[in-house]
């Protein structure tokens, strides 16, 4: 029987998930089988167990269980520690749930695609939940000159700052208080998926800037939108999606898919030209 795998998420009919792993699979000539699990919202744990037993072998997790996951795993990565959420389990040789977190890395990777450097850039994250907690540790390993994160209500910002002050030079505030013009700019907040666009005074972007959306839509976000009017260059999050999936595929089969194909597969089921 193939090896099994799953996203696990509430709602997660909409999740490209199964389509890039089967893509992955087929690429590196990997047997699995990978699925999608709608778990109860009040039992995650309830889900991954029955998953276990009846041979699952690891999992992407999605919203709104990255904080169950990251519950129930027995041992964490590093980088699962300081996000404080976890999108991938592992089930080891021992039947023991390991917990990882590849959206930090997968963003970093993403970047990278796109030849944005971060180092001894300044960069502005908008919001401070638990997306961009999750991606906090890997940018600030590429040792940007300063991180601003800038948040609708300050203090979520400020307390996220201070937890990560030893990484790095990172300052937060509110939305009102950011100051000065960025070479990259990072939408982490929820605000895309309302349609909103959050109040950002217009200096914002120095010249060549980019600005990175981590939502991703047949169109382009509201943000993407405003920026690309401000002379920024848009990059949305579906590259990120992609790169946190290969590393998840990575951390299972102990092989790299070649993420180019796949990205390409992924616009093209969205409708449009990457
Ligand atoms: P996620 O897991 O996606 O990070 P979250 O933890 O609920 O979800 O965080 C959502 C983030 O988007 C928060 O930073 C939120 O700002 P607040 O902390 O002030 O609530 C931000 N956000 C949501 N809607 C927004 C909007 N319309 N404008 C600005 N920020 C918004």
Redesign the pocket.
């Known amino acids: 029987m193939a090896d099994r795998y799953a996203v696990f998420g509430n709602p997660v009919a909409h999740s490209k998930s199964p389509l890039i792993h089967s893509a992955f699979a087929e690429q590196t000539g990997q047997t699995l089988e990978y699925t999608a699990v709608e778990a109860p919202q009040d039992d995650f744990a309830g889900a991954w167990l029955r998953f276990v037993q009846e041979g699952g072998r690891g999992a992407n997790v999605t919203?709104p269980f990255?904080g169950d996951a990251y519950a129930l795993s027995a041992t964490l990565s590093h980088r699962a520690r300081r996000a404080q959420a976890v999108n991938t389990l592992i089930v080891g040789g021992n039947g023991r749930t390991y917990g990882d977190n590849t959206d930090g890395v997968g963003l970093a990777r993403d970047l990278a695609y796109h030849g944005v450097a971060l180092k001894g850039r300044r960069v502005l994250i908008?919001?401070?939940?638990?997306?961009?907690?999750?991606v906090l540790a890997p940018l600030l390993e590429e040792e940007p000159d300063e991180l601003v994160i800038a948040?609708?209500?300050a203090e979520?910002?400020v307390a996220l700052a201070e937890a990560f002050s030893d990484a790095g030079r990172v300052t937060g505030g509110g939305?009102e208080a950011i100051s000065g013009a960025f070479d990259l700019v990072i939408n982490?907040?929820?605000?895309s998926?309302?349609g909103?666009?959050?109040?950002l005074p217009d200096t914002l972007f120095a010249p060549g800037a980019t600005a990175y959306d981590m939502m991703y839509g047949a169109e382009p976000t509201v943000f993407l939108r405003w920026a690309k009017a401000q002379g920024a260059t848009p990059t949305d999050g579906l590259g990120m999606l992609v790169e946190q999936a290969a590393e998840s595929f990575f951390l299972w089969r102990s092989v790299r898919p070649d993420t180019a194909a796949v990205r390409a597969r992924l616009r093209d089921a969205l409708g449009k030209a990457e």
């Not at 908008?126 to 999750?134: P, Q």
């Not at 982490?188 to 605000?191: E, F, Q």
């Not at 909103?196 to 109040?199: A, C, G, Q, S, V």
């Open positions: 919203v990255k908008v919001g401070a939940g638990g997306a961009v907690r999750g948040n609708r209500t979520k910002a939305l982490g907040s929820s605000a998926l309302a909103d666009l959050p109040p």
